[in-house]
């Protein structure tokens, strides 16, 4: 009969990883503020993000810009974010309001 030390549960919760032929428990820190931060965002700001990361940059990056190169980033973003919501490369402002309610 076989016993181990860890519960079940241990073993669930635990990621596993190969280092030199063992496998070894591998505990990365802050995994759950990172997911808690990414789920309090809203949709349009997920979606920010990721147009950022898909950029190679951070809201931090951004703010550290001049005024000029900023506000062309931010019409970027804008522009992707329509683009992303719509399908289309050419949509209106406003176009996302339904005018039937």
Do not use: W, Y
């Not at 076989?2 to 063992?22: E, R, Y």
């Not at 973003?77 to 919501?85: D, E, G, N, Y």
Request: net charge negative; proline share 6%; no cysteine.
């Amino acid at each position: 009969m076989i016993t181990s030390s860890l519960s079940p549960i241990s073993l669930i919760n635990s990621p596993l990883t190969m280092s030199s032929g063992k496998v070894t428990n591998q505990i990365k820190p802050n995994v759950e503020e990172e997911f808690l931060e990414i789920a309090r965002m809203s949709p349009a700001e997920r979606l920010r993000m990721q147009i950022l990361e898909s950029m190679g940059m951070s809201e931090d990056s951004v703010a550290a810009m001049d005024p000029e190169a900023r506000d062309a980033i931010e019409d970027e973003i804008s522009r992707r974010m329509m683009q992303a919501l719509t399908g289309k490369d050419d949509a209106e402002p406003g176009s996302l309001v339904d005018m039937m309610a």
